[in-house]
C-alpha cells in the first residue's frame, strides 16, 4: 500500500492491499506499506523465514534505504495499526489487506467501513468491510487478472498458432486494423505498453461528449450503445511513436487485447454465443465490437474465473449484489456534470463505463478472498497456468526500456520509466510482480 497508491485512491474507495509470497519474501513483504504515512515498519518477524540465504541481502538494502530508522521487531499488530491510523486520518474509509505463502494465509484484516461514516450511494447505511462479501472495483487490475490471465492461456494452450505471443494483431482484426502504422503491433507489445499508442483513446476519450456516444459522460446505467463506435475507433486508432520503440503506459493496448482475445475464443469455437451472458444478447457479426467484448467476458469467466472458483468475479456485477459493492467516486477531471458523482455497482472508469462495463483494461469486480485463489495458483497451484507460462508472463522483458513483465510490472526500481512504479513495493525483491489500479487496489507477488 504505497503512498502513490493512496493518492490515487478515490474518496469514497476502500483500498485492497493483497500480497502473496513465498516465504522469504514474506520478511520484506510489509516495507512497502510505510510509505502511506511515512512511517517505518520494515520487518516481518515469521517463523523460519530467517533461514533464507537472502534475507540478509534484502535486509541490508532496506538498512541503506531507511538508514537504519525502522524497529527490528514490527508484528502483524503494527500492521493492523497503521491500517486503523490510516482510517482515522481519512486516507481511506477502510482497507482489506492479506498476506500469505504457499502454506496459506499469514495475515487478513479487514479494516473500516464503504464509507466515512454516510450512508453508501444506494442509500443504505454504512457497513463494514469484509474479505468475502466486499466486492471492489479492480480499475487496472483488470488488465492483469482478467486480460493478461486470458491471454496466457490462450498462448499456453497455442491458441494463437505457432506465432504465439508474436502474433501482429492486424491478423487477427482483420486488415482495417492495420491503418495508421499499427500493421507490425504484436500481441506482446500490447502487453509490453510498447505499441506505440498513446495513454488513452485519442482524439477524445469515449466518455467525452465529443466522441459523440449518447449519454456521454455518464449514461443512467452502462450500456452498449457506444460499442460499435468505440470499436472502430480503436481500429483507426494512429500513433503516438514507432511500434516497439519505448513504453508508454496505455488503456489502448488492453483494450486492443479485450479485442484480441475474444476474436480468437469465438472464431475458434472456444465460446459461442450461447456462452453470453443476458446483457450480450445482441451481440451479433453486424457489431463486431460488442460480439468480440461479449466473447472475451465469455472467456474469461468460463475458462478462468470458473475454473479457479472465483465466484464474486465479474464484469456487471447483479444488481442484487450492487449493495455489496465498494463505492468510489468519479475523479477530477472529467466533466463537472459527473466530477465527484459517486458510484456503486458500476465501473468507476470512464471509458470502460462507455463501452458498457466489459473493457479488456477497467470493469472488473472481484473481492479479496476470490483474488487470493488466482494469485495463489500463479504462485503455487499451476493447475491452470502452467509454471513457464507463469514465469514467461511475470519476468521483466526489458531492462533498458521498462520494468514491465509481460501484462504484470515488476518491482525493479532501477528499470525506467515506471521502475517498479517509483518504488511503490518498497524494499521488495526486484523480480516481484505487481499492478495496481486507480480505485486503490494492488497486488504484489
Same mark, same amino acid.
Given at each position: 500500500?504505497?503512498?502513490?497508491?493512496?493518492?490515487?485512491?478515490?474518496?469514497?474507495?476502500?483500498?485492497?492491499?493483497?500480497l502473496l509470497c513465498n516465504l522469504t519474501l514474506s520478511?520484506?513483504?510489509?516495507?512497502?506499506?510505510?510509505?502511506?504515512?511515512?512511517?517505518?515498519?520494515?520487518?516481518?518477524?515469521?517463523?523460519?523465514?530467517?533461514?533464507?540465504?537472502?534475507?540478509?541481502?534484502?535486509?541490508?538494502?532496506?538498512?541503506?534505504?531507511?538508514?537504519?530508522?525502522?524497529?527490528?521487531?514490527?508484528?502483524?499488530?503494527?500492521?493492523?495499526?497503521?491500517?486503523?491510523?490510516?482510517?482515522?486520518?481519512?486516507?481511506?474509509?477502510?482497507?482489506?489487506?492479506?498476506?500469505?505463502?504457499?502454506?496459506?494465509?499469514?495475515?487478513?484484516?479487514?479494516?473500516?467501513?464503504?464509507?466515512?461514516?454516510?450512508?453508501?450511494?444506494?442509500?443504505?447505511?454504512?457497513?463494514?468491510?469484509?474479505?468475502?462479501?466486499?466486492?471492489?472495483?479492480?480499475?487496472?487490475?483488470?488488465?492483469?487478472?482478467?486480460?493478461?490471465?486470458?491471454?496466457?492461456?490462450?498462448?499456453?494452450?497455442?491458441?494463437?498458432?505457432?506465432?504465439?505471443?508474436?502474433?501482429?494483431?492486424?491478423?487477427?482484426?482483420?486488415?482495417?486494423?492495420?491503418?495508421?502504422?499499427?500493421?507490425?503491433?504484436?500481441?506482446?507489445?500490447?502487453?509490453?505498453?510498447?505499441?506505440?499508442?498513446?495513454?488513452?483513446?485519442?482524439?477524445?476519450?469515449?466518455?467525452?461528449?465529443?466522441?459523440?456516444?449518447?449519454?456521454?459522460?455518464?449514461?443512467?446505467?452502462?450500456?452498449?450503445?457506444?460499442? @460499435?463506435? #468505440? =470499436? $472502430?475507433?480503436?481500429?483507426?486508432?494512429?500513433?503516438?511513436?514507432?511500434?516497439?520503440? !519505448?513504453?508508454?503506459? /496505455? *488503456?489502448i493496448s488492453f483494450i486492443t487485447l479485450m479485442y484480441?482475445?475474444? @476474436?480468437? #475464443? =469465438? $472464431?475458434?469455437?472456444i465460446v459461442t454465443k450461447n456462452d453470453f451472458i443476458?446483457?450480450? !444478447?445482441?451481440?451479433? /457479426? *453486424?457489431?463486431?465490437?460488442?460480439?468480440?467484448?461479449?466473447?472475451?467476458? @465469455?472467456?474469461?469467466?468460463?475458462?478462468?474465473?470458473?475454473?479457479?472458483?472465483?465466484?464474486?468475479?465479474?464484469?456487471?456485477?447483479?444488481?442484487?449484489?450492487?449493495?455489496?459493492?465498494?463505492?468510489?467516486?468519479?475523479?477530477?477531471?472529467?466533466?463537472?456534470?459527473?466530477?465527484?458523482?459517486?458510484?456503486?455497482?458500476?465501473?468507476?472508469?470512464?471509458?470502460?463505463?462507455?463501452?458498457?462495463?466489459?473493457?479488456?483494461?477497467?470493469?472488473?469486480?472481484?473481492?479479496?478472498?476470490?483474488?487470493?485463489?488466482?494469485?495463489?495458483?500463479?504462485?503455487?497451484?499451476?493447475?491452470?497456468?502452467?509454471?513457464?507460462?507463469?514465469?514467461?508472463?511475470?519476468?521483466?522483458?526489458?531492462?533498458?526500456?521498462?520494468?514491465?513483465?509481460?501484462?504484470?510490472?515488476?518491482?525493479?526500481?532501477?528499470?525506467?520509466?515506471?521502475?517498479?512504479?517509483?518504488?511503490?513495493?518498497?524494499?521488495?525483491?526486484?523480480?516481484?510482480?505487481?499492478?495496481?489500479?486507480?480505485?486503490?487496489?494492488?497486488?504484489?507477488?
Amino acid at each position: 500500500m504505497s503512498g502513490n497508491t493512496v493518492a490515487m485512491n478515490v474518496s469514497l474507495a476502500s483500498i485492497i492491499v493483497l500480497l502473496l509470497c513465498n516465504l522469504t519474501l514474506s520478511v520484506v513483504a510489509t516495507r512497502q506499506v510505510d510509505t502511506s504515512s511515512n512511517k517505518n515498519y520494515p520487518n516481518i518477524n515469521i517463523k523460519d523465514a530467517s533461514t533464507s540465504n537472502n534475507v540478509g541481502q534484502e535486509q541490508k538494502k532496506y538498512d541503506e534505504h531507511s538508514n537504519g530508522n525502522y524497529s527490528a521487531h514490527t508484528t502483524w499488530q503494527d500492521i493492523e495499526k497503521l491500517l486503523n491510523d490510516a482510517v482515522k486520518q481519512h486516507i481511506f474509509p477502510g482497507a482489506i489487506a492479506l498476506v500469505g505463502n504457499k502454506d496459506g494465509i499469514l495475515f487478513e484484516k479487514a479494516i473500516g467501513s464503504y464509507t466515512y461514516g454516510q450512508k453508501t450511494p444506494l442509500g443504505q447505511p454504512n457497513q463494514p468491510l469484509d474479505s468475502t462479501s466486499s466486492i471492489f472495483d479492480m480499475a487496472s487490475c483488470t488488465k492483469v487478472v482478467s486480460t493478461t490471465s486470458a491471454v496466457a492461456l490462450l498462448f499456453q494452450n497455442n491458441s494463437f498458432g505457432t506465432s504465439g505471443l508474436q502474433t501482429k494483431v492486424g491478423s487477427i482484426l482483420g486488415d482495417e486494423y492495420n491503418t495508421n502504422g499499427k500493421s507490425d503491433i504484436t500481441i506482446e507489445n500490447c502487453l509490453l505498453h510498447n505499441a506505440g499508442f498513446p495513454p488513452d483513446p485519442t482524439p477524445y476519450d469515449f466518455w467525452d461528449p465529443k466522441f459523440g456516444c449518447k449519454g456521454a459522460p455518464l449514461p443512467i446505467v452502462p450500456n452498449f450503445d457506444c460499442s @460499435a463506435r #468505440a =470499436y $472502430n475507433a480503436i481500429v483507426a486508432q494512429s500513433l503516438d511513436r514507432p511500434v516497439g520503440a !519505448s513504453y508508454v503506459y /496505455s *488503456d489502448i493496448s488492453f483494450i486492443t487485447l479485450m479485442y484480441v482475445v475474444g @476474436a480468437t #475464443a =469465438y $472464431n475458434n469455437n472456444i465460446v459461442t454465443k450461447n456462452d453470453f451472458i443476458n446483457e450480450c !444478447s445482441t451481440a451479433s /457479426s *453486424d457489431n463486431v465490437g460488442l460480439l468480440y467484448q461479449c466473447s472475451y467476458e @465469455a472467456y474469461v469467466r468460463k475458462q478462468v474465473f470458473e475454473k479457479l472458483d472465483m465466484k464474486h468475479t465479474a464484469f456487471l456485477p447483479p444488481k442484487d449484489v450492487h449493495k455489496n459493492c465498494v463505492p468510489t467516486t468519479i475523479p477530477t477531471g472529467e466533466p463537472k456534470s459527473v466530477e465527484n458523482k459517486c458510484l456503486q455497482g458500476y465501473v468507476n472508469d470512464g471509458n470502460a463505463y462507455m463501452l458498457g462495463g466489459i473493457a479488456g483494461h477497467a470493469g472488473l469486480f472481484s473481492t479479496v478472498s476470490d483474488l487470493s485463489l488466482l494469485l495463489n495458483e500463479l504462485m503455487f497451484n499451476n493447475q491452470l497456468f502452467n509454471e513457464t507460462t507463469v514465469a514467461l508472463f511475470t519476468k521483466q522483458y526489458n531492462h533498458t526500456q521498462s520494468s514491465r513483465a509481460l501484462g504484470w510490472n515488476t518491482n525493479d526500481i532501477t528499470a525506467q520509466p515506471d521502475g517498479g512504479w517509483d518504488e511503490s513495493c518498497g524494499t521488495l525483491s526486484p523480480e516481484t510482480f505487481t499492478h495496481v489500479g486507480y480505485t486503490g487496489s494492488m497486488f504484489n507477488l
